[in-house]
Each structure stands twice: as C-alpha cells, then as structure tokens.
C-alpha cells in the first residue's frame, strides 16, 4: 500500500509539472488548449473554465495537454501551427524544462532539511589519513592539490578523481593560517576513495537553494555519461529500468522517510526531462528537430512524413519498454514475492 501511495505521488508529481509547462507555455504564446489531463484512460472528474477543459483520468501513469490543431488541421487562428516556430518549440521544450525545476526545488528541500555540507571540517575520523597527517576538526578546505575548492562537491569530486596511496596535497586555513598537509587517500568499506573527514552541515535557504542546482547539474552530467556509454555499446537493457522497477525504486524509497522519497523524485524528475529531449522519433526532442528544420527551410515537414517517423519511433519505444519491463521483473522477482 505504501508503495502504490508512493508511486503514485511521484507520478503524479513528475508528470503534472511536466504537463504544465507545455500548458503554460501555450496559453502564453497565445495557443488554444482544448484539454489539460492528469492521468490516461476514462476520466474520473472534468471541469470546464474558459475554453479549456481539466480533466484528471483514471490511470496517473500519464498526462497530456490537447492543443488546438497540433494533431489535426485547423483554421483557428490560435491553433499550434499558426504561431511561430520559435514559440511552438519553446512550447515542447517547457515539459523539460519544469522537469528540471521540479527537481531544482525537490533538491533544495532535502538539502535544507539535511543541510548543505560546507568546506568546514566537523569531525576527522579515528585512524584515517586526515588524522595521522594533523588535519583537525574547524579546519576549513582551501584547495587540493592546488585547485581551489568552492564547496563540499568539489572536495568529494577531488578525493574520488585520486589514486589511493598517491600523495595529495590538502590546504587548510586554521586560526587565518594557511597550512599545507601531504597525505595519501585509502579506500574506504564502501569502496570509496577517503580521507577520512566529515564536513560541518549548514541549514540555510540560500544555500538550500543553491545546492538544489548542483545537484540537478550533477544529474545531468549522469545523463550524458550514460548517454556516451550508450554509444560506445557500453550499456544494456540490464542497466536500464521501466516502469516496474521505477515502482520498485520508489517503494523502497519510501520505507526510508519522505526526504528520500523526494531525492528520488528529484531523480526521476532530470531523467524524465532529459529523456524527452533526445531527438528519438516520438519524444519532444524530435518534435523540435523537425520545427527547426521548418524554421531552415521556410517551410514545414510533410505532416504524414513526420507522423510516420513518430509512429515508428512509439513502436520502438514501446517495444523497449516491453523488454525493459521484462527484465525488471525478472531482477526483481516481482511475481515470486
């Protein structure tokens, strides 16, 4: 029961302010929404209020803004192909987009109630590099190695870039004094490249704020990453997930507390906006690739040419998330629990 409570508010979540950024953008670019629908299937509850209808449907496993003459020909002067390319393409990018600052503000949540890990040194673990070179608890990080260091992330990124057993310098400023400290980093239980420090935690709003773009950026670095092993064939089906074990994911988050459940929302909620850029036939990226080659050519793309290609693209990617799902459930042994 958890769970389904769990999934379904992240879901519901990630996809309503997905929706809304194509709505918002429309309404603003002067486009007319016939419908704005939470959820797939028979709807539960509609209201009109203007010339749009709101609908919330019956499976929250989707979501979709119905725009006049996007699909259809229409000679409404507000219809989605009568406005300018530029807006049209700032209209199918905006689910992204507020993709993004859905996880922006779930990152800066989490961060403000775990606070933000400053360059302050709070503890230096018994027996650890950091101890046995003088390194004390107050110190303050300037700069590994030379470089100078801004925040807890970029300590964390230094460490973990190093080879163990290999000599780094740490600069520290103590009582407004520089010191330099030669060490030699280990490998921690977690496999992890350590020295051995626990920084100081700040609770504060701007910072919160702050950290909850690093760790969308950082979210985003992930993606591309992946995105490279993809094509140096460096990937499988194996290391991707579906929506069983999405919903697997998010139960087990959920047994954890609320904070971690929004970490995973934050997430779900970059690679959803990051997935939906790629310019794969069916997603919003290629929907903007193909207004930009109209924006090229003066002209738009057969309609019945472009449509043929996203079809095409819908069965691959329902074909993929078949197999996906296969393995998720094999992985997971869902139908042996």
């Known amino acids: 029961m958890v769970t389904a409570i769990a999934a379904i508010f992240v879901f519901l979540m990630v996809i309503l302010f997905h929706e809304f950024g194509h709505f918002i953008v429309a309404k603003t670019v002067g486009i007319k929404v016939n419908e704005f629908s939470i959820g797939m299937g028979p709807k539960i509850f509609q209201k009109e209020k203007g010339e749009t209808k709101y609908s919330i449907r019956v499976l929250p496993i989707g979501g979709y803004v119905s725009m006049e003459g996007e699909d259809e020909n229409s000679n409404d002067p507000r219809s989605f192909n009568r406005v300018p390319v530029l807006s049209r393409i700032a209209v199918i990018a905006a689910g992204a987009m507020m993709n993004f600052i859905l996880a922006i503000i779930v990152f800066s949540i989490v961060a403000f109630n775990l606070g933000v890990p400053t360059t302050t040194i709070k503890d230096v673990q018994q027996d650890s590099p950091a101890e046995s070179v003088g390194i004390q608890r107050g110190d303050t ?136 850029l790629l310019p794969l036939p069916a997603l919003d990226g290629s929907r903007i690739v193909f207004l930009v080659i109209e924006m090229i050519r003066g002209k738009a793309v057969n309609p019945e040419k472009e449509g043929f290609i996203h079809f095409i693209g819908f069965v691959l990617l329902i074909l993929l998330m078949l197999t996906v799902t296969y393995s998720d459930i094999i992985r997971f042994n869902i139908f042996r629990r």
Do not use: C, H
């Open 141 to 276: 990080i300037l700069s590994i190695n030379d470089d100078q260091i801004d925040d807890w992330d970029s300590i964390v990124e230094k460490i973990n870039g190093s080879e163990p057993n290999k000599e780094m310098k740490v600069t520290v400023l103590r009582n407004e004094e520089k010191i330099d400290y030669f060490l030699q980093p280990k490998i921690g239980d977690d496999n992890r490249i350590v020295i051995g420090i626990v920084p100081v935690s700040r609770k504060s709003f701007l910072l919160s704020i702050g950290n909850g773009f690093e760790q969308t950026w950082s979210m985003l670095k992930l993606m591309f990453d992946f995105l490279k092993m993809a094509f140096r064939g460096e990937v499988s089906t194996k290391d991707l997930s579906g929506p069983v074990g999405v919903i697997y994911t998010i139960g087990e988050a959920a047994k954890y507390g609320v904070i971690n459940l929004l970490y995973l929302m934050g997430f779900i909620s970059v690679n959803l906006g990051f997935f939906n």
